[in-house]
């Protein structure tokens, strides 16, 4: 360039040589400082423990291609620090001086600290690199001032402190951090068990666990109703399984962290189970996550992130002069739930806060099975008698249709017909794929398990009376669907005859009573001894059947009471069945006679039983409904018509 320059300047007077040749100095100077060197500075990433876990090499890759992404000339070191357990508390800022002796000389030009322990390492030496960037990555707001002196972890109960605060008082800190908040799991349980009288939190002997139990201590002071039990890992596993099995009635625990134990053994996923084993009726809550998919029902908790690409974004828009560049980010929060939980603890979804999150844990295990044989089998050939019996009804109503089109006196009925069928097979699909997953998840999953050689004698026969009442409901299902569609189509044929319904009421009664729950009373209040009218038996049994069933699944304690009422002014007979169960709502007195329609979606059954009596007591020329000044329960009344 410069040769080029004064090639040019032997053409040009002696003042445009000169501006030439320094226009040329300045263009240089200038390139020199756009063109950086391969290398100007070090980002220092401090472990709390292996880099090398799964979420440890995820955020340094993550970062890597972050600070690649926004063209920063930094190199990446990585330190360990192997932190376990608290009883090294002391160790590590030797270790964090150690490590930054190291680095005296190096270019720094950020520290990034992963883990608590690092985290609260770094914010507790009394010398560390000042005006340069630091950021934590797996921490939290709340935390604990590490002791300068030995102590005996045991009986440490330092007061908690907010890491944040501490950060911006000595320099610039910036990062993702996690929040638990305290209260919301507090008013969470409150809503789900009002008479909740004892809190029992669990930690362990980890800096993260005693730095919760710190909050804990302090937020539950503003539920001075409420008697705070500390489960803590530092007193042994023993002591603290034994502190949990002798919980009173109306306490609920509340996991904070369990990883540590006394010695700084690690302790596996499944000891928590193991901890709370002796008090299976005790509601498990989880504030940070932990638990959820094992023993807890759910609980206020972050969605945790790594943060890494937003540190990158931080470093580089400090480096380019952004005043505000570094600052720290909170995790957001969600309400947790395990689907697994929730139905063996009876709570209902709809008593979840609204936008909670409820996963299925057991069915994310048995996802693992699916590739079974055995299980593939089942499942195809199932499948193929459902497409079977699918494609008949398609083929006879599509027949039925031809037919129908082909009368022109009838014409308008047929294609309204043939409209309305198209409509109930698209809902009917729809319902019956739904329906039929169900019992057919449980016969794969558990069919599935089965061939499991670990599997003891009493899990065989658990699975197997899984699957074999999975069987039934699903031969039940099909059975009802047929009924419904022979109901529908016309093909069923009354039998009537002059029957005793004080006789078909008594038979209704000794058939049921084989599946009625223990300490249920069955009361029959006949309007007459004897009454004689024109039905048909069967049919008749079938609704007051069905009926009655339905009121043994509802009803835990009380009694069901069969009735019927000659109203012979009126020309009908009315047969009522009323329990005292939980209910129906009113807006859903209606929707219970639909097809597929369930209160409660956790209780066994097709949602057709009703459908069905509905159908057949219009074909008496009746009707069926549920009473709705009836409070005591639910109460079903089906009239029947006198026929001459």
């Given at each position: 360039?410069?040769?080029?320059?004064?090639?040019?300047?032997?053409?040009?007077?002696?003042?445009?040589?000169?501006?030439?040749?320094?226009?040329?100095?300045?263009?240089?100077?200038?390139?020199?400082?756009?063109?950086?060197?391969?290398?100007?500075?070090?980002?220092?990433?401090?472990?709390?423990?292996?880099?090398?876990?799964?979420?440890?090499?995820?955020?340094?890759?993550?970062?890597?291609?972050?600070?690649?992404?926004?063209?920063?000339?930094?190199?990446?070191?990585?330190?360990?620090?192997?932190?376990?357990?608290?009883?090294?508390?002391?160790?590590?800022?030797?270790?964090?001086?150690?490590?930054?002796?190291?680095?005296?000389?190096?270019?720094?030009?950020?520290?990034?600290?992963?883990?608590?322990?690092?985290?609260?390492?770094?914010?507790?030496?009394?010398?560390?690199?000042?005006?340069?960037?630091?950021?934590?990555?797996?921490?939290?707001?709340?935390?604990?001032?590490?002791?300068?002196?030995?102590?005996?972890?045991?009986?440490?109960?330092?007061?908690?402190?907010?890491?944040?605060?501490?950060?911006?008082?000595?320099?610039?800190?910036?990062?993702?951090?996690?929040?638990?908040?305290?209260?919301?799991?507090?008013?969470?349980?409150?809503?789900?068990?009002?008479?909740?009288?004892?809190?029992?939190?669990?930690?362990?002997?980890?800096?993260?666990?005693?730095?919760?139990?710190?909050?804990?201590?302090?937020?539950?002071?503003?539920?001075?109703?409420?008697?705070?039990?500390?489960?803590?890992?530092?007193?042994?596993?023993?002591?603290?399984?034994?502190?949990?099995?002798?919980?009173?009635?109306?306490?609920?625990?509340?996991?904070?962290?369990?990883?540590?134990?006394?010695?700084?053994?690690?302790l596996l996923f499944g000891s928590i189970a193991s901890l709370v084993a002796n008090n299976a009726a005790l509601p498990v809550f989880s504030l940070s996550g932990s638990g959820i998919g094992n023993v807890a029902l759910g609980g206020y908790v972050p969605i945790y992130e790594n943060g890494a690409a937003e540190i990158a974004a931080q470093i580089a828009r400090h480096y380019r002069g952004k005043s505000d560049a570094?600052?720290?980010?909170?995790?957001?929060?969600?309400?947790?739930?395990?689907?697994?939980?929730?139905?063996?603890?009876?709570?209902?979804?709809?008593?979840?806060?609204?936008?909670?999150?409820?996963?299925?844990?057991?069915?994310?295990?048995?996802?693992?099975?699916?590739?079974?044989?055995?299980?593939?089998?089942?499942?195809?050939?199932?499948?193929?008698?459902?497409?079977?019996?699918?494609?008949?009804?398609?083929?006879?109503?599509?027949?039925?249709?031809?037919?129908?089109?082909?009368?022109?006196?009838?014409?308008?009925?047929?294609?309204?017909?043939?409209?309305?069928?198209?409509?109930?097979?698209?809902?009917?699909?729809?319902?019956?794929?739904?329906?039929?997953?169900?019992?057919?998840?449980?016969?794969?999953?558990?069919?599935?398990?089965?061939?499991?050689?670990?599997?003891?004698?009493?899990?065989?026969?658990?699975?197997?009376?899984?699957?074999?009442?999975?069987?039934?409901?699903?031969?039940?299902?099909?059975?009802?669907?047929?009924?419904?569609?022979?109901?529908?189509?016309?093909?069923?044929?009354?039998?009537?005859?002059?029957?005793?319904?004080?006789?078909?009421?008594?038979?209704?009664?000794?058939?049921?009573?084989?599946?009625?729950?223990?300490?249920?009373?069955?009361?029959?209040?006949?309007?007459?001894?004897?009454?004689?009218?024109?039905?048909?038996?069967?049919?008749?049994?079938?609704?007051?059947?069905?009926?009655?069933?339905?009121?043994?699944?509802?009803?835990?304690?009380?009694?069901?009471?069969?009735?019927?009422?000659?109203?012979?002014?009126?020309?009908?007979?009315?047969?009522?069945?009323?329990?005292?169960?939980?209910?129906?709502?009113?807006?859903?007195?209606?929707?219970?006679?639909?097809?597929?329609?369930?209160?409660?979606?956790?209780?066994?059954?097709?949602?057709?039983?009703?459908?069905?009596?509905?159908?057949?007591?219009?074909?008496?020329?009746?009707?069926?409904?549920?009473?709705?000044?009836?409070?005591?329960?639910?109460?079903?009344?089906?009239?029947?018509?006198?026929?001459?």
């Amino acid at each position: 360039m410069r040769t080029e320059t004064l090639h040019i300047g032997r053409r040009l007077r002696a003042g445009a040589l000169f501006l030439a040749l320094l226009a040329a100095c300045a263009f240089s100077v200038r390139a020199e400082r756009e063109t950086p060197p391969e290398r100007q500075g070090t980002v220092l990433i401090i472990a709390s423990y292996n880099p090398d876990t799964r979420r440890m090499s995820n955020f340094i890759s993550e970062f890597e291609k972050g600070i690649d992404r926004e063209k920063l000339p930094f190199d990446i070191v990585i330190e360990d620090m192997g932190c376990k357990s608290l009883s090294e508390a002391p160790l590590w800022r030797k270790q964090m001086g150690d490590i930054f002796r190291r680095y005296e000389r190096a270019d720094l030009r950020a520290v990034i600290l992963l883990g608590q322990e690092a985290w609260a390492t770094y914010l507790s030496c009394d010398r560390f690199p000042h005006d340069i960037p630091f950021f934590g990555g797996f921490v939290s707001r709340n935390g604990i001032r590490l002791p300068h002196e030995e102590i005996d972890v045991t009986r440490w109960t330092p007061p908690t402190v907010d890491m944040i605060a501490l950060a911006d008082s000595l320099g610039k800190g910036g990062g993702l951090l996690n929040e638990y908040d305290v209260g919301k799991n507090i008013r969470l349980i409150r809503s789900l068990y009002p008479d909740v009288e004892n809190i029992a939190f669990v930690s362990d002997n980890t800096y993260g666990g005693v730095s919760l139990q710190a909050l804990v201590k302090t937020e539950m002071k503003k539920f001075p109703d409420l008697n705070l039990v500390l489960v803590d890992a530092r007193e042994g596993e023993a002591q603290a399984a034994a502190r949990i099995s002798a919980l009173p009635h109306n306490s609920v625990l509340l996991i904070g962290t369990w990883r540590v134990g006394q010695g700084g053994q690690y302790l596996l996923f499944g000891s928590i189970a193991s901890l709370v084993a002796n008090n299976a009726a005790l509601p498990v809550f989880s504030l940070s996550g932990s638990g959820i998919g094992n023993v807890a029902l759910g609980g206020y908790v972050p969605i945790y992130e790594n943060g890494a690409a937003e540190i990158a974004a931080q470093i580089a828009r400090h480096y380019r002069g952004k005043s505000d560049a570094v600052h720290f980010d909170l995790s957001p929060l969600q309400y947790t739930f395990d689907a697994r939980k929730l139905r063996e603890f009876g709570i209902a979804e709809y008593k979840l806060p609204n936008g909670s999150t409820v996963v299925d844990s057991m069915e994310a295990e048995l996802e693992k099975y699916k590739t079974y044989i055995s299980a593939g089998i089942i499942a195809f050939v199932v499948l193929v008698l459902l497409l079977a019996f699918i494609y008949y009804l398609y083929y006879r109503n599509n027949r039925l249709k031809n037919v129908l089109q082909n009368r022109e006196a009838e014409l308008i009925r047929a294609k309204e017909n043939a409209e309305e069928s198209d409509r109930l097979k698209s809902a009917f699909l729809a319902n019956m794929s739904h329906e039929i997953r169900t019992p057919l998840n449980a016969i794969v999953g558990f069919s599935t398990l089965l061939g499991d050689d670990s599997l003891s004698a009493e899990e065989r026969n658990e699975y197997n009376t899984i699957v074999s009442k999975n069987s039934e409901m699903l031969l039940t299902l099909i059975s009802d669907i047929l009924d419904i569609s022979r109901l529908e189509t016309g093909q069923v044929q009354f039998n009537y005859a002059e029957e005793n319904i004080y006789d078909v009421c008594q038979q209704v009664l000794h058939t049921t009573s084989h599946n009625r729950k223990p300490g249920l009373e069955c009361i029959f209040k006949p309007g007459r001894e004897s009454y004689r009218m024109k039905t048909d038996a069967m049919r008749l049994s079938q609704i007051l059947i069905n009926l009655l069933t339905n009121a043994n699944k509802f009803t835990e304690t009380g009694s069901i009471t069969l009735a019927f009422e000659v109203q012979e002014d009126q020309g009908r007979v009315l047969f009522s069945v009323a329990d005292t169960g939980c209910g129906i709502p009113p807006e859903k007195q209606r929707k219970v006679f639909d097809r597929f329609e369930k209160l409660n979606e956790f209780k066994q059954g097709t949602g057709l039983g009703l459908a069905i009596c509905r159908q057949i007591a219009r074909m008496f020329g009746g009707d069926i409904w549920v009473d709705p000044d009836y409070t005591g329960g639910a109460r079903f009344v089906f009239s029947h018509p006198i026929l001459p």
